[in-house]
């Protein structure tokens, strides 16, 4: 981090800022210009209050030189993490296929889908039990019996399940759980996320609508520092002024936390898109951009879906997307 003052500083106020830095174990490197003094600060700045030191009448201006999360970035964690789910990975050189319905809505519906996402080669189930509506006159998901309905699933076709946490009170339900879900409503969730850091399990944490790259890491960050390293991060979409699609899917995202992060990076095109037609497009875009997994919605009556019907495929074009999905991966292998 590097701290410009401004002209003629004044001493008690430098004095108290060079002690409150020396106080977090941070070394203080001065540079002395004709106009105005440079602080170059060497040690874990992650935990120095950037705003802070701006507001400060002596300061001119501050600049972050190392980001401001540790546990998350590539900087001291140079090789790809390869998280383990199940009896399968995400991650490195493990591509996962999560596809399941927006919502679980009976026994009969989650099984059947299960049966046949698996068969066309998904990975894992999805399936939200606590769904996050925006109306609340809006199908608010099965709850705990949702989750019993994925674990019965889970059990007939061996397919690990991933579904969304959406309140720390809900927590005990995820026992079995493969995949604790974070929605992009609950990224900035901050007691939520310091709750999961706790846990073993491996987390999918959304990007927020309206989050940037950075905040998404920083809420990753929440996360590990807890002492949980099982983050999988999911980009659904942002909003932008764009309407023809019901989010903005940022593509660029994948190679930006590829170069930042080491951890997974999952592609949601449904939520993306909104819109079914255009799910197999964005698959293969993330695909060709390096994802590490898509996630998918699937159902098996579209039209009648209780929650995001009108962006979910048939298991029937979930075949077709998975073998494409494969024919590509090999395809970029080759190209390697
Ligand atoms: C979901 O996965 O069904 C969901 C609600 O996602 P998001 O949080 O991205 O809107
Ligand atoms: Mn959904």
Redesign the pocket.
Known sequence: MIIVLKEHPEQQQLKNLEEWLRGMDIEIHPTQGIHSTILGLVGDTSRVDIDLIQALDIVASVKRIQEPYKSANRKFHPLDTVITVGNTSIGGDIFAKIAGP??VESEEQIISIAEEVKAAGATML?G?AF??RTSPYAFQGMGGEGIDLLLKAKKATGLPIVT?VMDLSQLDLFADVDVI?V????MQNFQLLKELGKSKKPILL??G?SATISELLMSAEYIMAGGNENVIL?E??IRTFETATRNTLDISAVPVLKELSHLPIVI?P??SAGIARFVSTLTMSAVAAGADGV?I?VHNDPTKAL??GPQSIKPDAFKVISKNIDTLLNTIKALD
């Not at 929605?183 to 609950?186: E, I, K, T, V």
């Open positions: 927006c919502s999805r939200g769904k996050p969304e879900q929605g992009a409503r609950n959304k990007r609508l999911c659904r979409g949601d449904s939520h996630m919605e929650c995001d």
